[in-house]
């Protein structure tokens, strides 16, 4: 985990080369303290960076964020107020060895993040 005790996860279920993640983020976080005080937001780059730490429990193998498109950050994601997220991931592998990746990020029945990227091994 790049940021100790960011995130928690609460629940991983892998099925057919997809996954579902429950997680939690910890609103207590010293990143928070910077962005931003008195009203958290969760980093973008801190939630592409938890896609890439799933995928790589998901695939079993330490991966490099190769490319990303279709990025887009729908809702504002407050851990003091939607501190529980729910990620899918649909990875698939292509004949170079790299790992495609959707995902869809929601709190409640808020859509907060879709990303489709591609990882390759290290």
Do not use: W
Not at 41 to 52: F, H, L, R, S, Y
Not at 85 to 107: R, W, Y
């Amino acid at each position: 985990m790049l940021l100790k005790d960011f995130y928690k996860v609460t629940n991983l279920a892998v099925a057919d080369g997809s996954a579902t993640a429950h997680i939690t983020i910890n609103k207590n976080h010293d990143v928070f303290k910077g962005h931003f005080p008195g009203n958290p937001v969760t980093p973008g780059v801190c939630m592409m960076q938890i896609i890439k730490e799933l995928t790589e429990q998901v695939v079993n193998e330490q991966l490099f964020m190769q490319s990303s498109n279709n990025v887009k950050f729908m809702a504002i994601i407050n851990p003091e107020v939607n501190p529980d997220l729910v990620l899918t991931l649909d990875i698939s592998e292509d004949d170079d060895g790299n790992f495609k990746v959707k995902n869809v990020t929601k709190f409640d029945e808020t859509v907060a993040l879709k990303l489709s990227t591609t990882f390759r091994k290290r």
